[in-house]
């Protein structure tokens, strides 16, 4: 694997923003999760200029489901992002990080009358998935300004349980109800106006998504037509992929965003939209490759034909590769010269499905090595779980070859908080 900044190979060690992968893990512990506060940085700077260099009126809202450390959080609202967040844990984080209420829209389903209560009264922008929670929004307090996600009847994504448009998802209100529920808003004396659709995660193909906004800005138009209203904003959600496999380039992003923004610019002048606001829903883009889980090797076991290397992460700390077939990249961040080997590499989980990959090709490996699984800054920790009733991981930010804690690991006595003893 070509190894790109902030990652690099120091004599047969991987490094991390100049710090060494196997000190941090005699430091912290294993399982680890390390981030690399310059990638971060990077990721978020380059994204907002080009935006704007393609239309100026634009904001980055982070969907912060992929990793909402309050680190990475301060991190991007130092640098002028906004917050998607879908549910009211992700919003109640997002304000302890200093975001303003008006600097977070809301796009949850399945949404519960309580948790529209508490973003009603934390005075939350919310994005609309149904006219069921259309008209119990309604009753509870009609908001100023109102968006809702539509179903643009196209998706795209890495894995089937990722793809969130189309005609067998649970997502979105379809085009055949969008008039009637701008029609209730209205009513309802609503002032403000958005829309919204997000077809999928992990694209890496700009014509899906072109084609996509394409829908959505055709469907925007019959709206605005037939209810006589403006959009103050179109939000075209966000699902821009990044490479796991050594093969895969990186998107080149200012290709990527020029093609949308072009046909985005021809869609507003064909259907007369004006010139709203545009809002982009990045995540797994702007912190995926930024982060790494360190894991160490416990044992090594020979069976005819194979050889097992267990570490002391299981699904319970990366589950991506279980739950969706993904591939993460896996690399001997304590030997990185060696001769390369095939192995099966599992955790420590009571679960026949608790195996990262088979036949993978790494770099020699001894009881004690310590592994780095790449690309895992995003949908890593935020997906991590106790079961089998094992603690979380710790996690820490690397800054310019200084590390810093940034969530503690949690202990056994951390299992029994909240239960009835």
Not at 131 to 147: F, M, R, V, Y
Not at 215 to 238: C, K, P, Q, T, V
Request: net charge negative.
């Amino acid at each position: 694997m070509r190894l790109e900044y902030p990652f690099e190979n120091r004599s047969n060690e991987l490094y991390i923003e100049g710090k060494s992968c196997v000190d941090l893990t005699g430091q912290h512990g294993t399982p680890l999760y390390v981030y690399s506060k310059s990638l971060i940085c990077e990721k978020i700077n380059a994204l907002k200029d080009i935006l704007k260099k393609n239309y100026p009126k634009t904001r980055v809202l982070y969907a912060c489901k992929a990793n909402t450390n309050l680190s990475i959080l301060r991190i991007l609202k130092d640098r002028g992002a906004e917050i998607d967040a879908v549910s009211p844990g992700e919003v109640y984080l997002a304000l302890q990080a200093g975001f303003k209420p008006h600097e977070i829209l809301f796009t949850g389903t399945s949404v519960s009358e309580a948790e529209m209560t508490y973003l009603s009264k934390a005075d939350i922008r919310m994005n609309v998935d149904s006219l069921s929670q259309l008209e119990k929004l309604l009753e509870i307090n009609p908001p100023e300004t109102i968006s809702m996600r539509i179903n643009p009847m196209i998706g795209a994504g890495h894995h089937e349980h990722v793809i969130t448009a189309g005609t067998d998802v649970k997502f979105g209100i379809w085009e055949t109800q969008a008039s009637e529920a701008y029609g209730m808003a209205l009513k309802a004396r609503v002032k403000r106006f958005g829309i919204q659709m997000h077809i999928g995660s992990g694209i890496m193909d700009v014509e899906i998504y072109r084609q996509a906004v394409g829908r959505l800005m055709h469907i925007a138009h019959n709206i605005a037509e037939s209810n006589d209203i403006e959009f103050d904003f179109i939000d075209i959600g966000g699902g821009i992929g990044v490479p796991y496999r050594p093969e895969e380039k990186q998107i080149d992003l200012n290709s990527f965003i020029e093609t949308i923004f072009e046909s985005i610019k021809e869609k507003l002048v064909e259907y007369n939209l004006g010139e709203p606001e545009i809002w982009l829903e990045p995540g797994r883009y702007i912190v995926a490759d930024s982060g790494v889980l360190l894991t160490k090797v416990t044992t090594l076991k020979q069976t005819p034909g194979r050889v097992f290397v267990g570490v002391d992460a299981g699904f319970n700390t990366l589950v991506r590769p279980a739950m969706y077939g993904s591939y993460h990249h896996i690399l001997n961040a304590s030997g990185m010269n060696k001769p390369l080997q095939r192995y099966d590499v599992y955790g420590p989980l009571c679960e026949s499905g608790d195996i990262f990959d088979r036949d993978r090709t790494i770099q020699e490996i001894v009881e004690g090595d310590i592994l780095a699984f790449m690309t895992a800054g995003a949908y890593g920790y935020s997906m991590a779980s106790n079961y089998n009733t094992r603690p979380r991981p710790a996690e820490v930010m690397v800054s310019d070859g200084e590390p810093r804690i940034i969530r503690k690991r949690e202990t056994l006595e951390d299992l029994i908080h909240g239960q009835i003893t």
